[in-house]
């Protein structure tokens, strides 16, 4: 059974990075066939999808973010990560990492998900 | 990319049917069979429900079916139970990714 479960900060200061880490446990990152993902939520709100990494290193990020998102991958620590800088209020969401499947493109496994809030 | 289009709310009795629409483009919904729904429970993780427009994951229950007409995807839930009541998300998939804005269920 493969689990994902976030990690980092819950609070981080207006125009600072937000960095979060997801740790894979139950499979391999390695082993190919997935798109490792990154969905926020904001309070209330619906899904937005920030971004996904392939083992490689191969990144795809939503075009609304794609100048402040970085998403890497250390396939040593079976874990991917997370950074968004110059960070605003509006960045406050619950940040989910979740599997994607490759070419399919839907979201098998999901991590819990962590409340990430923006304020001085 | 724009979100794609759902209705607000759905409701609908215990034993009932509903049917939750999402509207996208020939771009995304309309490009490829490659869209999926996610049910979420209040603060909760959101749970793949449908993938591939009509393709139901193991565990997944059989009420639970989806479909596409051009633009259009569904997701119907046969034979409503309390515990269907929950959010409703659509997603597509064609190199990027898309969500809808959310639909949620109120089992009256």
């Known amino acids: 059974q493969v689990q994902l479960q976030e990690s980092g900060p819950g609070l981080v200061k207006p125009s600072q990075t937000l960095s979060l880490t997801c740790t894979v446990s139950?499979?391999?990152?390695?082993?190919?066939?997935?798109?490792w993902s990154w969905i926020r939520q904001h309070p209330g709100k619906g899904l937005e999808w920030i971004g996904y990494i392939y083992y490689s290193g191969s990144t795809y990020y939503n075009p609304s973010l794609k100048s402040r998102v970085t998403i890497s991958v250390d396939t040593s620590k079976n874990q991917f990560s997370l950074k968004l800088s110059s960070v605003t209020a509006a960045d406050t969401a619950v940040y989910y990492c979740a599997r994607g499947v490759e070419w399919l493109g839907y979201f098998d496994y999901w991590g819990q998900g962590t409340l990430v809030t923006v304020s001085s | 990319q724009s979100a794609l289009t759902q209705p607000a709310s759905v409701s609908g009795s215990p034993g009932q049917s509903i049917t939750i629409s999402c509207t996208g483009t020939?771009?995304?919904?309309?490009?490829?069979?490659?869209v999926s729904w996610y049910q979420q429970h209040p603060g909760k993780a959101p749970k793949l429900m449908i993938y591939?427009?009509?393709k139901r994951p193991s565990g997944v229950s059989n009420r639970f079916s989806g479909s596409k007409s051009g633009n259009t995807a569904s997701l119907t839930i046969s034979g409503l139970q309390a515990e269907d009541e929950a959010d409703y998300y659509c997603?597509?998939?064609?190199?990027?990714?898309?969500f809808g804005g959310g639909t949620k269920l109120t089992v009256l």
């Open positions: 020939s771009s995304d919904v309309g490009s490829y069979n490659l």
């Open positions: 997603c597509s998939y064609a190199g990027s990714v898309v």
């Open positions: 591939e427009v009509s």
């Open positions: 139950g499979g391999s990152i390695s082993s190919g066939g997935y798109y």
